[in-house]
């Protein structure tokens, strides 16, 4: 047989060999590090045996397919070494990922201390250097196998697999794993690893089936490699805004008032009560909006018309028993309470587009094992509009919605950080009979309206892609997402095409010829959800605000009790000007006020003391640059309220303190 080599050049052998005895051929070198094979294009294990003429190459651990043998390799072990401590645990899957490994455990749940031992235990597993050995089984005495084994989880994957079909397994000194593979040849190959956390799953992902014990674990080639990840993960914990945002006070949640309902304590609440006014405004003077304020709950009767009451009961909040016709729900969504504010008076043509935005508290009932700091809760505040449109100024309309929501980002300066969605129908949908079908009218109409938003995508001059299948039922969305420090993508504003809801609720507005028409809604938010926003800037600014965004702007430090009187002249001044000042009286050394403030992430502090006083100035301080020098304390105040105004970004030169 001939083996053509990624060089180009050729091996001739005899007869069949498998690929790490191809390797040991080629060199010894390369046989110790070989992970597994790409034969023909396709990744195949070190055991396979080769036969006929093939396309050849040996992957390594520099390569990522190999690095993912060897973390593939390191679950298994890790498998073993949590039998070999608790040997009541129950094994299920446990598959290579992107940054590393997990495995799953019918068990009890492990501290950091367990890990540690499991760790060391992996330790041991891996010094004694076990040869991986991999052998079939037909199906039925496959499931004999486990069975004895005592392992009900992996009888059921076997079960799940066709009839007739050959298992196979790998055995490590005497743990055998159901597994399709590859694997390296020995466990001594496994060279830096780590385990990382642990956390509860279910099994096979479900909610209605059993509790899991997972771990995460990762594996590298070199243990520089693996220190610079774990380095990587500290920097990563430090920014996770469910650790920052409660050390710097933002927000904190209680046990006795539930799981996803952060509380968020003043600074928090200064900081959205800033972004709220902001976008009021903005939406209101600057971008033709009007603002409605509506009931925070409804009757059934509502969500019967909306079709929540149908498809989304499982996701709300019931004050009541649902069959009582009197039962009350907690609103999941604005639109039908905004679309009886359009109602309540009668539109002609000429009125259109009404343009309703509301600064709304929604509810959802989500799975408790989803809740994570303000971005998964059950309470949340949404800048939630309803346009209500002619079909002629539906591409307008949306371009400006689109405008509007890049204009709030490129002001939050995260506007960069984003990425823009096309979500489309899928076509296929459209070959099922149509009672079967998800989306409503013809896909030729979904090209047509897909078709607008592509255009109005490429005019407002954003790179976008396009995901099919992520539209929802009556229409497709331009979504833009950004993801979370653990690499977690979220949707962050969403613009929805809706020509379907008008009718179900009846609305209509006066034509030319004094007929009644449908219009079109767009259902759309300017800056999406507030505690999901502030834990993105949390997260991207690492706590460190642009000024305009900050609840304590300035902090004035008097250099000891008899500069009191100016220091309080000082927070006057600025305090006049609507600047989120305070002044630190406290008797302590100024050096220590100052490096308290730096930790406090700070824009500005202000020292002042007998020179000050007797100039009229302050000695500035900022996270920016460090030591700005003196100033005239009316040029302070007119810097500071401008850059407030503007709501600029200040460039941080300056050095952390230590
Ligand atoms: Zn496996
Ligand atoms: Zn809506």
Excluded at 375 to 385: A, N, P, Y
Aim: hydrophobic content about 35%.
């Amino acid at each position: 047989m001939k083996i053509t080599l990624k060089d180009g050049s050729v091996k001739e052998y005899a007869s069949p060999m498998s690929i790490i005895d191809i390797a040991k051929d080629l060199s010894e070198g390369l046989a110790r590090v070989a992970c597994a094979g790409k034969v023909d294009g396709e990744i195949k294990d070190l055991r396979t045996v080769l036969e006929g003429d093939h396309q050849l190459e040996i992957v390594t651990a520099s390569d990522p397919e190999g690095l993912r043998v060897i973390r593939h390799t390191a679950s298994h072990v890790m498998a073993q070494a949590v039998k070999n401590l608790y040997p009541e645990a129950k094994v299920t899957i446990g598959p290579a990922i992107d940054e590393g490994f997990y495995y799953d455990f019918d068990s009890q749940s492990f501290s950091r201390e367990d890990l540690d031992a499991i760790e060391a235990e992996m330790k041991k597993i891996i010094k004694e250097g076990h040869e991986l050995t991999r052998f079939t089984l037909p199906r039925d005495e496959a499931v004999k196998y486990m069975q004895e084994r005592n392992e009900p989880y992996k009888v059921e994957l076997i079960q799940d697999l066709p009839e007739g079909s050959e298992i196979s397994f790998y055995d490590q000194g005497g743990f055998v794993d159901l597994c399709a593979g590859p694997h390296l040849m020995s466990t001594k190959n496994i060279k830096a690893y780590k385990l990382i956390s642990s956390s509860m799953a279910y099994w096979r992902g479900d909610s209605n089936k059993a509790r899991l014990t997972r771990i995460y674990g990762t594996a590298f080639n070199k243990k520089d490699e693996l220190e610079a990840y774990l380095k990587h993960l500290e920097d990563i914990k430090l920014r996770d805004h469910n650790r920052l945002g409660r050390e710097m006070k933002l927000f904190t949640t209680v046990d006795v008032i539930g799981q996803g309902l952060p509380l968020l304590t003043p600074k928090g609440t200064r900081m959205i009560i800033k972004m709220q006014r902001w976008i009021e405004d903005l939406e209101d003077k600057e971008w033709g909006y009007v603002r409605t304020r509506t009931p925070l709950m409804a009757k059934s009767d509502l969500y019967k018309i909306s079709g929540h009451w149908d498809h989304y009961l499982d996701g709300m909040f019931l004050l009541g028993d649902p069959e009582d016709p009197d039962c009350m729900a907690l609103r999941p969504m604005t639109c039908p309470f905004q679309y009886y504010v359009y109602m309540n008076e009668q539109h002609s043509y000429r009125d259109l587009p009404v343009r309703m935005s509301e600064t709304s508290t929604l509810f959802r009932n989500e799975d408790s094992g989803e809740m994570h700091g303000l971005t998964r809760v059950r309470q949340f505040t949404i800048t939630e509009g309803h346009l209500v449109v002619r079909p002629d100024q539906m591409v307008e309309e949306v371009k400006r919605c689109l405008a509007l929501a890049k204009h709030v980002l490129t002001v939050l300066g995260v506007e960069g950080e984003v990425t823009y969605h096309l979500s489309k129908c899928d076509p296929a949908d459209f070959e099922k009979p149509e009672s079967e079908r998800k989306y409503i009218d013809t896909l030729e109409k979904w090209y047509q309206v897909e078709q607008h938003l592509r255009d109005i995508l490429n005019e407002v001059g954003v790179d976008f892609t396009e995901d099919v299948g992520e539209a929802a039922f009556y229409g497709p969305k331009i979504d833009i997402n950004a993801k979370n420090v653990y690499g977690k993508e979220d949707t962050m504003i969403t613009i929805q095409w809706d020509e379907m809801i008008a009718e179900k609720f009846g609305m209509y507005y006066i034509d030319e010829n004094g007929d009644k028409v449908r219009p079109f809604i767009i259902h759309r938010t300017s800056m999406g959800c507030y505690e999901r926003t502030l834990a993105w800037l949390i997260e991207f600014y690492a706590g460190k605000f642009p000024t305009w965004l900050c609840p304590e702007q300035v902090r004035v430090l008097p250099i000891s009790e008899k500069y009191a009187d100016y220091a309080e002249k000082v927070r006057k001044a600025l305090a006049a000007e609507d600047v989120d000042v305070t002044v630190d009286n406290r008797s302590e050394k100024i050096g220590f006020k100052i490096r308290e403030a730096r930790m406090d992430r700070l824009p500005y502090m202000l020292v002042v003391g007998a020179d000050e006083e007797e100039k009229g100035t302050v000695s500035v301080r900022s996270r920016f640059e460090g030591d700005e020098g003196a100033k005239p304390l009316s040029d302070f105040v007119a810097q500071i309220v401008e850059e407030i105004r503007s709501k600029t970004i200040r460039e941080e030169k300056a050095a952390d303190p230590k």
